[in-house]
């Protein structure tokens, strides 16, 4: 693959969101030419990439014709077209993560029974067609529905408290998954060339704003005790050996109140829980995501400081275009660093940016990460 370092290469990204936009930050090291296909002519990527083709990501010919010229196409979102990305693959164009991943992950049912058939520690569940069978699941109430597919960032999951709140579930093919009485949700980032090398990132604990249903606040290194530490980061690279992923897998997990792990979803591609990692590791997951696919050496992962994350999410209440406010204030103090996702418009908790925040002090970084939630708003 390698094209001259790689100045010939053809990169395809499907889509041209945020993490479209940091892929490219690391692309450039790499000399690559970057195209991206996006639905928003107004995506974060359109000014920054080689070619920019707005088109649907979920239509077949769309994103067969965008790929058929292309090296190599990855993702920074899962709901694209499969079946092209797989006629693809067949044509030779290298696709990471694998069609087959990118196929099983678009389905929270499919995950579940991956992790049920290799293991994986995951809470009980069961696959419903429609909400009918709500009324006749062994899972105990309260409990959690999913969409099987579609969701995100908290749009496709429903806490059911009571039977009279069935009527309210989703009607579409889900899932009920037990009620998780989490201590913390904690991630592990995991990376995989195609030599089969894996590597991890520390652990992170993340915060969720339970009113946005979004983390908004996520810190690393973790503090954790070191056996978790450890039992989350095999969790991972069994993950990643198992499914033969190349590229990066986010896994999300909770630790429950009696120190269990318990995996609650994937992520092939970079992630929220991953942002710190560029000021605050050796390796960003940008960078890292780019090694694997490019089976180059994966980078060390090591800590450099301590990070707390934060989104910069759209305040509530304000729509339209988008202002800015305590930049200035903010980028006065040491150690945090603000990344502006470019997106013309706001609207109440849209993820308009985020901020990382580093410190040796670990209590400092936390007390300045609170400091810009209340300095630095988005408005309109
Ligand atoms: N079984 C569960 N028990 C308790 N909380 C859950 C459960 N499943 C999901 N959640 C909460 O809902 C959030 C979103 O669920 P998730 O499956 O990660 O969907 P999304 O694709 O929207 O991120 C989780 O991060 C967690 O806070
Ligand atoms: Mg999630």
């Given at each position: ?120 520690p ?58 998780v009485?989490f201590e913390k949700e904690i991630a592990v980032i ?10 991890t990132f520390p652990l992170v604990e993340m915060e969720f ?6 983390v908004?606040f996520l810190i690393a290194p973790s503090t954790l005790p070191?056996e978790v530490q450890t039992q989350a980061d095999?969790i991972a ?13 986010a896994v999300e997990m909770f630790l429950t109140?009696?120190g269990e792990i318990l995996v609650n979803e ?5 992630h929220?829980s991953g ?106």
């Amino acid at each position: 693959m390698a094209k001259d370092f790689y100045g010939e290469l053809q990169l395809g990204i499907l889509g041209g969101g945020q993490l479209g936009r940091m892929l490219i930050q690391e692309a450039i090291n790499y000399n690559v030419n970057v195209h991206i296909l996006d639905p928003d002519k107004n995506a974060p990527c359109r000014k920054l990439c080689n070619r920019f083709e707005c088109g649907s990501l979920s239509d077949f010919e769309t994103v067969y014709n965008f790929g058929k010229d292309l090296d190599m196409i990855t993702i920074e979102i899962e709901k694209v077209n499969v079946d092209a990305l797989e006629k693809l693959e067949n044509e030779g164009v290298l696709v990471y993560p694998q069609s087959r991943i990118i196929r099983l992950i678009q389905d929270k049912g499919l995950q579940k029974q991956f992790f049920k058939q290799n293991d994986i520690p995951t809470a009980p569940f069961q696959l419903i067609s429609t909400k009918e069978n709500l009324y006749e699941t062994s899972i105990p109430l309260p409990y959690i529905q999913k969409l099987r597919k579609d969701g995100y960032d908290g749009k496709g999951v429903k806490k059911i408290n009571s039977t009279s709140e069935i009527e309210q579930a989703f009607e579409e093919p889900s899932l009920v998954e037990a009620l998780v009485d989490f201590e913390k949700e904690i991630a592990v980032i995991v990376a995989r060339n195609d030599k089969g090398e894996i590597a991890t990132f520390p652990l992170v604990e993340m915060e969720f704003n339970p009113e946005a249903n979004l983390v908004e606040f996520l810190i690393a290194p973790s503090t954790l005790p070191f056996e978790v530490q450890t039992q989350a980061d095999e969790i991972a690279k069994k993950i990643a050996e198992d499914l033969q992923i190349v590229g990066l897998l986010a896994v999300e997990m909770f630790l429950t109140k009696e120190g269990e792990i318990l995996v609650n979803e994937l992520a092939p591609r970079p992630h929220n829980s991953g942002h710190h990692t560029i000021e605050g590791n050796i390796t960003s997951q940008f960078a890292q995501h780019l090694r694997a696919i490019f089976n180059l050496p994966l980078g060390a992962t090591t800590t450099r400081s301590n990070a707390v994350m934060i989104n910069l999410l759209g305040e509530p209440r304000y729509e339209g275009l988008a202002k800015y406010e305590g930049v200035e204030e903010v980028l006065a103090i040491e150690g945090i660093f603000v990344h502006l996702y470019g997106k013309k418009y706001t609207k109440p908790f849209r993820k308009m940016g985020h901020v990382c925040i580093v410190n040796d002090d670990r209590e400092l970084a936390i007390k300045n990460a609170r400091w810009v939630q209340e300095t630095l708003k988005v408005k309109a």
